[in-house]
């Protein structure tokens, strides 16, 4: 299983971006798929996750400004990041579930993409 995130870049506080992650060698559609992040000095954290069949649960003070979506045809997770803070600058993670559902867990995810680097200025 390969996972190719994508959509990275700086943005000013109050902006937006939307990373996607493409994903192939496996069913996708009977993956739950995450969006985790990494901030410097800190540990990985979840963002989002998406269940196989749409269901979406986001981190806290991700809540309301981030959206997560999954196009199963195009076998593509995307988050959108609205209203962004700096406090949101990470390097961003996709992952692929080993389950229908996920978790917030890290453990719950067996395959990893290789991280897109976002940096929200003040």
């Known amino acids: 299983v390969q996972l190719q995130a994508s959509g990275g870049g700086l943005v000013q506080a109050g902006g937006s971006l939307r990373l996607s992650c493409a994903a192939s060698?496996?069913?996708?559609?009977?993956?739950?798929m995450g969006w985790f992040r990494q901030a410097p000095g800190k540990e990985r954290e979840f963002v989002a996750r998406?269940?196989?069949?749409?269901?979406?649960y986001y981190e806290d003070s991700v809540k309301g400004r981030f959206t997560i979506a999954r196009d199963n045809a195009k076998n593509t997770v995307y988050l959108q990041m609205n209203s962004q803070k700096p406090e949101d600058t990470a390097v961003y993670y996709c992952?692929?579930?080993?389950?229908?559902?996920?978790?917030?867990?890290?453990?719950?995810?067996?395959?990893w993409g290789q991280g897109t680097q976002v940096t929200v200025s003040s």
């Open positions: 998406i269940t196989w069949n749409g269901i979406t």
């Open positions: 060698g496996r069913t996708f559609s009977s993956s739950a």
């Open positions: 992952a692929a579930a080993r389950t229908l559902y996920g978790s917030r867990s890290r453990d719950e995810y067996d395959y």
